[in-house]
């Protein structure tokens, strides 16, 4: 089983994405031997009303479902997202959320997002946190230039822990462990296309400090390239069976598959 | 996993390292193997660019020092002879030094100056006569951070300004990967000049890059690169399904071209 917890589909209005529906996505993602897929709409980066994008994602992945997991994005600075996120849930099946407080302007720590959070995990959702959706040194000029401060969602995990975070796109620069070797946020989990893996090992060495079962294998499709987080998971010094969490038994977990 | 491996690849731009005695780091260029065979990777272009704002003579000798100790250390290693441009004379006795004394096969320069700077004539100049490549740190960066740290970051502009000043001097614009608007430059070389070769490192692993930089250098001008991200580089060259004959030439042909250009 690969099960990738980070793709997306929906227009980025910075540069031409191709594969970039449902279908074709598939499509793609099977051609790599993904047998799974948690997507998000990238609409829902930029209408003001979210909830418009999370129903074109269902319309979407209507004939999809044996393949994709939906993840709703919802804006908690905006109207009425407690039906929203009910509706999407409830109704439409979807299985996690995606907050992006750098798009949608609300600190990351804040009451706003405590509230969402807080609903989400009495749903049993995860939530899903983009670091980043581009890397910021080639972003257009309208685009934002801010990351999500790990630190910051750091004391949101904290406030909520009984919610689970998964944070995509992570380039190791924030403390995740204590002195004592320890994760600073149990309840946070790390997709791992951004890891180093062959040279320098990051990723297992991360996989031996949060343990193998807070990270999940994600690729950015149909952003970037799907080979090198395959190579990622191939090149990193663990054992076949926490490969094999990463890789889709940590997803179907989080998921409830 | 070793795709690759069948091409005996070489990496035409990735980095040793220095441990605190100043030393070359002998774990760090034995990991950088390790990563290199997992991904069939034979030969590395390395060299050690130090990122201050104005390295001294004494400074970047000791960086190229711990490159040739990584030679030694290990054949697949191919040596990048770093300098300051800003010491003209020093600069030029390193090169002189490394290329020939040393074996190295080209020259790196980071940011310390513009690479169409009037300043890097006798440099370039000497590079044409010995026959190496000049590497160069390069981008189209957008974020404040990027341009405020390195105001003089050279884009591809630049390398084209260059590529007309320095017309004998073999120049290789680094990782169009690096984080910048790689669309950007690669509209720029849509003009091939002909003696600008691009390589393909760096950590953007956008769809399409490598397609469209061969699309728009033309195979022969493009050079396979990690710049020591492993599974980036590796990964994205594989995603562009290739034909065999362009493998052959991004892979380890192009490199083997510009060897071959050596006077020395």
């Avoid at chain 2, 020092?65 to 002879?81: I, K, P, S, T, Y």
Wanted: hydrophobic letters at 40%.
């Amino acid at each position: 089983m690969l099960f990738d917890v980070n793709t997306a589909i929906g227009h980025w209005p910075f540069r031409k994405l191709a594969d970039n529906d449902a279908s074709s996505l598939r499509k793609l993602l099977e051609s790599h031997k993904i047998t799974m897929a948690a997507v998000a709409n990238l609409n829902g980066i930029f209408y003001k009303n979210t909830q418009d994008a999370n129903l074109e994602l269902a319309e979407e992945l209507a004939p999809h479902r044996d393949f994709f997991a939906g993840i709703a994005t919802l804006n908690p600075a905006y109207a009425a997202w407690e039906r929203d996120l009910e509706h999407c849930v409830r109704t439409l099946g979807f299985k996690g959320l995606r907050l992006l407080p750098q798009y949608h302007n609300y600190p990351i720590f804040s009451a706003e997002a405590i509230n969402i959070a807080t609903a989400a995990a009495q749903f049993d959702i995860p939530i899903f946190i983009p670091q980043m959706i581009v890397d910021k040194r080639q972003k257009h000029w309208m685009d934002v230039e801010t990351f999500v401060d790990v630190s910051e969602l750091g004391k949101l995990c904290r406030k909520v822990p009984q919610a689970k975070f998964i944070l995509t796109e992570y380039r190791i620069s924030a403390k995740l462990i204590d002195e004592s070797g320890k994760p600073l946020y149990p309840n946070l989990y790390i997709e791992i296309s951004r890891l180093r893996s062959a040279y320098m090992q990051d990723l297992a060495k991360l996989a031996k400090s949060l343990g193998s079962d807070h990270l999940l294998f994600g690729s950015g499709a149909p952003f970037k390239e799907i080979s090198p987080a395959i190579l990622k998971m191939q090149c990193a010094d663990l054992s076949e069976r926490e490969k094999a969490q990463i890789n889709g038994l940590n997803a179907q977990s989080l998921f409830n598959l | 996993m070793n795709k690759l491996k069948k091409y005996d690849v070489i990496d035409a731009h990735n980095h040793l390292s220095m441990d605190a005695a100043m030393k070359l780091n002998r774990a760090d260029a034995e990991s950088r193997l390790q990563a290199a065979d997992r991904l069939g990777i034979d030969k590395l272009c390395v060299s050690i660019p130090l990122t201050a704002p104005c390295p001294s003579p004494d400074e970047f000798i000791r960086a190229n020092d711990a490159v040739v100790e990584g030679m030694r250390m290990n054949r697949r290693f191919l040596g990048f002879c770093f300098v300051n441009p800003g010491y003209q004379t020093e600069a030029l006795r390193e090169v002189e030094r490394c290329i020939v004394k040393k074996k190295m096969d080209g020259i790196k320069l980071y940011h310390q100056y513009l690479i169409c700077d009037p300043i890097m004539k006798p440099l370039m100049t000497l590079a044409a006569e010995l026959g190496v490549p000049v590497l160069m740190h390069a981008g189209k960066c957008t974020d404040a951070e990027t341009l405020k740290s390195q105001p003089l970051l050279s884009n591809a502009m630049h390398f084209l300004k260059a590529a007309e000043m320095f017309p004998e001097t073999t120049l290789i614009q680094g990782h169009i990967g690096g984080g910048g608007d790689w669309e950007w430059n690669l509209r720029v070389l849509e003009k091939r000049p002909p003696n600008v070769y691009i390589d393909t490192s760096g950590s953007v692993i956008d769809r399409g890059i490598v397609n469209k930089t061969i699309e728009a250098l033309g195979i022969d001008h493009v050079l396979f690169a990690t710049d020591g991200i492993f599974e980036e580089g590796a990964g994205k060259v594989i995603d562009a399904g290739l034909r065999e004959s362009e493998y052959r030439k991004l892979l380890r042909g192009n490199f083997q071209h510009i060897l071959a250009m050596r006077k020395v």
